[in-house]
């Protein structure tokens, strides 16, 4: 069972004794902070942001108090929800009266009585958490963001304000990594890293899934900034995993507009993010939405697609520097769509995957290659090795494993040494340790296993210890990277990577090499093969056996 943390209270009095009481009342089963007057409460309350679950509020106090508290809740956004119940000895109907119109839901008259206090705090609790509350972060869900971006837009004066919505990449197979539990604590820390950055949220949320919306002023956004907080390491020293997240960014015009509309344009935008080491992040323009296909329509459209062929395999040559020959190549998919045009893989593989649809594709581009590779043999004509790309969930449709195992069984002796497989090292932990069986019998058979995005994800050399690959493909990322500080650090990276390879006697490509610098760089290091934009972009068949073959 997951284990809840206990929920927050803050109680407020001058009296050190009223405290005590209710403290002792409550701290079995809750986590009590206590304020001697309301500055003070308003300074933690601030500090802890959505941290509280209730606030149980004096009246009569020094410095600020229970009606300037009250007040200043009601100006503050994210506490203006907060369930407040007030524990004056005053309860005159003009007092509890004015308490209630400032936004105090309940109160309690002197001498307390631990039954009935108990009971309010949990009853009121559990009123406002139902409506308000996500269960897995702590802060607000979908509903109360829109209800409270509603109201700032209302109530603004000056500001402009700017709606940015962040999605964890490839959180699907590091939720299966991790486990549930592991996964949702690395939402509520992404959710922690959101709220105390320097984008300084006016309001925010997890919407849904591995979704976060947020609030912000235009002029606390700064791009740079943005690009450096959407990569990030997470975990303790020993496990530390890299994560990427994408950002789309929309700035608010029309304040009549919904604020589920201004969240799918920000959403939007994030599905237009290209280069996502490079930038990644993405300001929504009107134009998206004429060429956007959103989530269900992709899966729904897609079995028609493989029966109209809408889908081709594009092929990326992977070249030996030294002779300047092509060594091997990667299949891509590309989706040609008959009214919609051209809908990129960054757009549909991840919907593909949510839907369930992956497996399918995959089956088609492995049977897709094995027939260009046979044709080939056939017309006697040279070949080169072909890898294709495995999701991890592949790895829980044994059909397909089977297939592709009884495949590589009957078919030619050739095949079965040209056609490779791709596999992330993300995926390659999530599938655990009883699926990879089905990864070594794919090797067995004759298959070459190829390390996909190697560096980008979890306890990276961890893998290597435990799996037998051929080869490794060192990650785009490295090569992405534009600050300074950490250039010198990829560099080395890399180079640590390749002398790895060569005393574990496996091959090395790198990958998304565009610049003649980098090979220069990259083969002083000892890496001889490649694979980017620099020799050629993936490219349809018959133009890749005109080139290269
Ligand atoms: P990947 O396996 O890491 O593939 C490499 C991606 O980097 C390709 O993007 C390729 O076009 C791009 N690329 C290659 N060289 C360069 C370069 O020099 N610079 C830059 N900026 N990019 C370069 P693509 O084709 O859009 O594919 C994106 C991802 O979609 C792939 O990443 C892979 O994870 C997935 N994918 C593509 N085809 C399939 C497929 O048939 N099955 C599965 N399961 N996934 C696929
Ligand atoms: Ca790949
Ligand atoms: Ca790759």
Redesign the pocket.
């Given at each position: 069972m997951k284990q809840m943390r206990k929920k927050k209270i803050l109680i407020v009095d001058d009296s050190e004794m009223n405290r005590d009481i209710l403290t002792g009342m409550l701290e079995d089963e809750y986590e009590i902070v206590e304020a001697e007057d309301g500055e003070k409460a308003i300074e933690i309350m601030k500090e802890g942001r959505f941290g509280f679950s209730i606030v149980l509020l004096d009246i009569t106090m020094p410095k600020l108090d229970g009606f300037g508290v009250l007040r200043v809740m009601q100006e503050q956004n994210w506490l203006k929800e907060l369930p407040v119940i007030i524990i004056s000895a005053e309860t005159s109907n003009e007092y509890i009266g004015r308490a209630y119109e400032m936004g105090a839901s309940d109160y309690f008259s002197r001498p307390f009585d631990a039954r009935i206090v108990i009971s309010r705090v949990r009853n009121t609790i559990a009123l406002f958490e139902r409506d308000y509350i996500d269960q897995v972060t702590g802060g607000y869900n979908r509903k109360a963001f829109i209800r409270q971006v509603a109201r700032v837009l209302k109530e603004r004066e000056t500001e402009e304000y700017i709606l940015l919505f962040f999605n964890i990449k490839n959180f699907k197979a590091i939720n299966e990594l991790l486990g549930v539990g592991g996964g949702d604590k690395l939402l509520q820390w992404f959710y922690q890293r959101i709220l105390r950055s320097k984008l300084d949220p006016v309001d925010m949320a997890r919407i849904e899934s591995d979704h976060f919306a947020c609030l912000i002023e235009k002029k606390t956004l700064d791009f740079d900034y943005l690009t450096e907080f959407c990569d990030f390491s997470y975990g303790e020293e020993k496990r530390q995993m890299h994560i990427y997240s994408t950002c789309g960014v929309y700035y608010i015009q029309d304040e009549t507009m919904s604020i589920t509309s201004m969240i799918d344009r920000a959403k939007l935008a994030k599905e237009y993010i290209t280069?996502e080491y490079l930038k990644p992040y993405t300001v929504f323009k009107n134009n998206m939405q004429d060429t956007y296909v959103d989530e269900m329509e992709i899966c729904s459209e897609f079995e028609d697609g493989i029966a109209k062929q809408e889908f081709q395999v594009f092929y990326?040559p992977v070249v030996d520097a030294k002779t300047g020959k092509i060594a091997s190549a990667?299949?891509?998919?590309r989706w040609f769509h008959e009214t919609k045009g051209f809908i990129?893989?960054?757009q549909f593989?991840p919907a593909l995957e949510k839907g369930g649809y992956?497996s399918e594709?995959?089956r088609y581009?492995v049977r897709k290659v094995i027939e260009c590779l046979e044709q080939r043999r056939k017309e006697s004509r040279p070949a080169v090795p072909v890898s294709?790309?495995?999701?991890w969930m592949d790895f829980y449709d044994e059909n397909m494993l089977e297939w592709i195992v009884s495949g590589l069984q009957c078919g030619g002796k050739e095949e079965k040494k040209m056609i490779r497989f791709?596999i992330t090292e993300t995926s390659l932990a999530a599938i655990g340790e009883n699926h990879t069986r089905m990864l070594m019998r794919l090797r067995e058979n004759g298959a070459k296993i190829l390390l996909?995005?190697f560096g980008s994800g979890y306890s990276s050399f961890n893998t290597l210890k435990d799996m037998d690959v051929d080869v490794l493909k060192i990650d785009?990322g490295f090569l992405r990277t534009t600050r300074p500080e950490r250039i010198e650090r990829s560099m080395s990276i890399i180079n640590t990577i390749i002398s790895l390879t060569k005393t574990l006697g496996l091959s090395v490509i790198t990958?998304?090499?565009?610049t003649k610098e980098q090979i220069d760089k990259l083969t002083q290091m000892g890496c001889g093969i490649y694979?980017?934009?620099?020799f050629s972009?993936?490219i349809p068949v018959d133009q890749f056996e005109d080139a290269y073959m």
């Open positions: 280069d990326q990667e299949a891509l998919v990129s893989p960054g593989i992956i594709l995959d581009m294709v790309n495995l999701s791709e996909d995005d785009m990958e998304g090499v565009e694979q980017g934009y620099y972009k993936p």
